[in-house]
């Protein structure tokens, strides 16, 4: 039993941090419908930044993220005035296929920049696991989803109280209706693509944290793909079980299935899952049944 809750506790911790990703996802299609192929490169190219305001420029953490949020806010802000704006009335495969050229010129641009080498971010919290429930986890990944989990009541709050947010969710419900009602649908657009950015970054930490800062951290983004089509391209609260659900099965496949097979189960379920979930149902658990498919 202590095993099972193990896989579970660390399943959820793990899927705080999916959920963090595919709010990225969910709030560039909630603005434009569009699928961002390139949200695993910004999350790369977040880490890089936040380790180079650590290392290069010396900032103190805190102090590190804010400044790696802003300046990924605005790399997401320049990316939608300087690619997508100019897309503006062609088809939407045309604007998916300039994500993901976008995705290659990140890919290429960061060893180029920053080194291919994997970098580690310094110690931010004892190594001593804590025990919950009978179970130790480690605190660094407490700590990363504590953090996963304020971003997400941040957005919450956002969406539900400020004027802009629900701007944002009256765009994603109708455009033509809000863009009648005066509500201007591109500043909404460069929004929702500051604050994909600003996710992005603190992804970018958590991750990098985690795993270390080197271009295959863009991986992270592909693996947080199957999340999103689970929960539904366009709803915040599919991000949100779809990101649970998915952490839990992967702890769960890797801890009862991977020692029959001789492991690679935890790599694998999350893609079976996309698959079925696109057979059975292809807008997800959350999503409108009016998703296009392109």
Request: aromatic letters at 8%; one cysteine or more; a positive charge.
């Amino acid at each position: 039993m202590e095993f099972f809750l193990q896989l579970v506790l660390n399943g959820l911790m793990v899927g705080a941090l999916y959920t963090l990703i595919a709010m990225g996802f969910v709030l560039i299609y909630k603005a434009s419908e569009v699928i961002n192929f390139a949200q695993g490169e910004q999350v790369m190219i977040g880490g890089y930044v936040a380790l180079m305001m650590l290392s290069s420029v010396r900032l103190p953490l805190p102090l590190a993220i804010l400044v790696t949020m802003g300046l990924m806010a605005l790399l997401g802000f320049v990316v939608e005035r300087g690619i997508l704006r100019p897309l503006t009335g062609y088809p939407v495969v045309s604007v998916i296929m300039a994500t993901i050229g976008l995705a290659a010129i990140l890919r290429g641009v960061a060893p180029w920049v920053w080194s291919a080498e994997v970098r580690g971010f310094p110690a931010i919290v004892p190594s001593t696991p804590f025990r919950v429930l009978g179970v130790p986890l480690a605190p660094i990944n407490l700590a990363s989803a504590a953090l996963a989990l304020l971003c997400m009541g941040v957005l919450g709050y956002f969406f539900q109280r400020t004027r802009f947010g629900i701007a944002m969710r009256a765009v994603s419900d109708d455009p033509r209706a809000a863009a009648a009602m005066g509500i201007d649908l591109r500043a909404i657009l460069a929004l929702a693509w500051a604050i994909a950015g600003m996710v992005s970054a603190l992804g970018g930490v958590i991750w990098g944290r985690i795993l270390g800062v080197d271009p295959y951290l863009a991986i992270v983004g592909l693996k947080v793909f199957p999340v999103v089509i689970l929960g539904g391209l366009d709803s915040i609260m599919g991000a949100v079980v779809g990101g649970f659900l998915m952490g839990v099965l992967e702890n769960l496949a890797a801890g009862y299935i991977d020692p029959l097979v001789g492991g690679g189960a935890k790599d694998v379920v999350p893609f079976m899952v996309l698959i079925v979930a696109l057979m059975v149902r292809p807008y997800g658990l959350f999503g409108r049944e009016i998703i296009e498919r392109v």
